[in-house]
């Protein structure tokens, strides 16, 4: 885009989108258009800003896993536990008790297994059952009950199924206070795992259906979705230290959009030699980057599908077998379709009912040695890989205890440049020159929905579209003004 | 006789009280057999269809198009809820109230350890509405008939409050529903 500001060009059409997202907040779409109805700006905005970097200073570190967490109800457990694992540092501690690092572990995974299915079922489905062209009243969560009753209960119990677990290891199923600087505040008991381990089966089955139905869709619809707002990219995880894919813990890792390591298990806790963000006017959520490629070329997506494209293995065998035939489609290489990301998330639905089989089974969520002391340090570091993505939190304590220094970069800002390129590409190989319906502009969100970056954005338009194309004059006034409610 | 309809908004809030209304797990089966969706996120109309029994707000009020929704709210539902801590009493965001935002938004776009902005413009465009001096809880803005604390509350909490309203009982919240961490 050559420039950042918002462009008034005389006669431009401006199309808006809005409410699209809700990412930490909220977003819209807007796109210009020129006289000869070319595309000649393209933008995703997120409009809402907190500050939470600047009043979290001066409180007690110990609030942060409880405090950040209400940053984000739809993956709070990925920003307790980056909080958690950063005060782990802070407080010396650099190797956890094997219960509190299981019980972390099983919480974390619980959290993946609801967050996706969620994703899935209750809001990409209805783009992938009905098509991005369905009637809006019925392409949503309630049409897809109506209409295939037995999948939209299988995602409901699913997402309950990880509800569940992060209740038993967190307190609650919302912005829980299990992980605790230096470990964690309980335990499994048996009565508890044995609750899980009834229903497990049926989980687990489940999860194998949602990978068929997400693997079956796209294998059916290749030719379509492969060019669908693509686009070669770096990608970035976190990596187990022999290259497993592993969501809790890891080095960092980043691979070109051909496979070429950019870098590999870097020690997290130096990020700011690797990573800066860039500002932009035109959105409070900035612009993430790998310094030694600058802004231009150094971003980079993150969450499922960089998770496919970084990883060496998986280390479950259902997951790991579905990886390679996965991998397989690109002959090992990175995969750069936008819509494989749903492919990946199921994936990764698996991974984690794997995952948590093989914890119920551990006997260590049963220890009694919940947590570890330290000498108190003044910088804690924490990542994790969040159901969205990589997520970063730092803080710096001073000797009061109280947080001196906070930096976030949260897993949706990660994919910021990328879901700004797929509205581009999508505007530009749907929008130009053509009668603008409804289905079309749905292909913008389907698009950023792709990145599941928040619970709303990835929502429907349901009957009426708030959809306002504007004639703006170089004055900035409106010269003209259409379609606002329009029904489609 | 047609369905009552129920529209839900998050405004300065972080979702989770709408993951608590799935939380509700498998009575949302029988919750879209009592009512129909209207304006919401969550199976989301962008724009109100008809005139709503309820509608249930998450989050207080940060910026301009915040209160322009609430508003908007409280002209299309009879009742309005305050759901959550955030929309209560502005809960966590609002911990920005104590802090000229300048100083918040000079932590985000200028001073921050990974910021790379060598303009130092911090974000100003118009597509971006203003924020608020400060942040407002909801009964601040708007008139509010019902508040339901916890952070978020529990599932079993909104599931009494709206079934209760939609089946004209008085609302009987037992103490464990009532959550104020
Ligand atoms: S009350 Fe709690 S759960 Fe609800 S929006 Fe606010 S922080 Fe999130």
Redesign the pocket.
């Known amino acids: 885009m050559a420039t950042e500001t918002a462009e008034r060009k005389p006669t431009a059409k401006r199309i808006v989108i809005e409410p699209v997202t809700r990412v930490e907040g909220h977003g819209k779409v807007t796109i210009l258009l020129d006289e000869q109805e070319r595309v000649r700006q393209a933008r995703l905005h997120i409009v809402e800003f907190r500050g939470f970097e600047r009043y979290i200073r001066g409180r007690p570190y110990w609030e942060a896993p409880v405090l950040v967490q ?1 940053l984000c ?1 739809i993956c709070p457990v990925s920003h307790h536990l980056a909080a958690a694992k950063a005060m782990d540092q802070v407080v010396g501690v650099d190797t956890l008790p094997p219960t509190a690092e299981k019980m972390r572990r099983l919480m974390h995974y619980g959290q993946m297994l609801q967050s996706h299915a969620l994703h899935f079922f209750h809001l990409v489905s209805p783009d992938l059952l009905f098509g991005f062209d369905a009637d809006p009243a019925i392409r949503n969560i309630v049409g897809v009950a109506r209409k295939f009753p037995d999948l939209a209960v299988q995602g409901v119990m699913l997402r309950k199924y990880g509800q569940e677990i992060i209740k038993a290891t967190a307190g609650k199923k ?2 829980g206070t299990g992980a605790i600087p230096g470990g964690i505040n309980k335990n499994l008991s048996i009565a508890e795992r044995d609750g899980f381990l009834k229903d497990l089966d049926q989980i687990l089955a489940w999860s194998r259906g949602a990978l068929k139905i997400a693997r079956d869709y796209t294998m059916e619809h290749l030719k379509d979705l492969a060019d669908f707002g693509s686009f070669e990219s770096n990608h970035l995880s976190l990596i187990r230290a022999d290259g497993a894919m592993d969501l809790y813990h890891g080095g960092l890792r980043a691979v070109g959009a051909r496979g070429g390591k950019i870098f590999d298990h870097v020690d997290y806790r130096n990020y700011l030699d690797y990573i800066a963000e860039e500002v932009k006017p035109w959105s409070y959520m900035k612009f993430p980057f790998i310094k030694s490629l600058g802004p231009e070329k150094g971003w980079y997506r993150v969450g499922p599908l960089a998770r496919l494209n970084t990883a060496d293995f998986i280390d479950t065998p259902e997951a790991e077998a579905a990886r390679k035939e996965f991998m397989a489609l690109t002959k090992g290489k990175p995969n750069n379709v936008t819509m494989a990301y749903h492919w990946a998330r199921m994936i990764e639905l698996l991974h984690a009912a794997e995952k948590i089989r093989d914890l119920l089974h551990d006997a260590d969520l049963q220890g009694t040695e919940l947590r570890a002391r330290g000498e108190r340090r003044p910088v804690g570091i924490g990542l994790i890989e969040a159901p969205r993505g990589t997520l970063f939190h730092h803080y710096e304590v001073d000797e009061n205890d109280q947080i001196a220094r906070c930096n976030l970069i949260v897993s949706t800002t990660n994919n910021n440049t990328p879901m700004n390129r797929a509205v581009e590409k999508v505007a530009h190989d749907y929008l130009e020159g053509v009668q603008i319906t409804e289905g079309l502009l749905n292909r913008i969100e389907v698009a950023i929905r792709a990145y599941d970056p928040c619970l709303s954005c990835a929502t429907h338009a349901m009957g009426r579209m708030p959809l306002e194309v504007e004639i703006v004059g170089a004055d900035g006034a409106v010269r003209a003004r259409g379609g606002k409610g329009l029904y489609v | 006789m047609s369905k009552p309809r129920v529209a839900t908004a ?1 405004l300065a ?5 709408h993951m ?1 209304i799935l939380d509700i797990d498998d009575r949302i089966l029988q919750l879209i057999e009592l009512v129909e969706f209207d304006k919401s996120p969550i199976d989301d109309y962008k724009g109100f269809t008809q005139r709503c029994a309820i509608g249930l707000i ?2 207080g009020c940060c910026n301009a198009e915040n209160v322009h929704v609430l508003q908007d709210f409280r002209k299309n539902c009879d009742i309005l809820i305050a ?5 209560i009493c502005g ?2 965001p609002a911990m920005r109230n104590t802090i000229p935002l300048r100083e918040c938004l000079a932590e985000a776009y200028l001073d921050g350890p990974t910021v790379h902005n060598p303009s130092r413009r911090i974000p100003d465009d118009p597509e971006i509405p203003r924020l608020l001096n400060r942040v407002y809880p909801c009964h601040e803005v708007v008139k509010m008939d019902y508040y339901l604390q ?3 509350p529990p599932a079993d909490a909104i599931w009494a409050a709206l079934t209760a309203l939609l089946t004209n009982r008085p609302i009987q919240l037992p103490y464990e529903l009532l959550k104020y961490d």
């Open positions: 209400r109800g919302i912005h | 998050s809030g972080c979702f989770g009280c608590s998450e989050g759901l959550g801590e955030c929309a809960g966590i916890g952070c978020p």
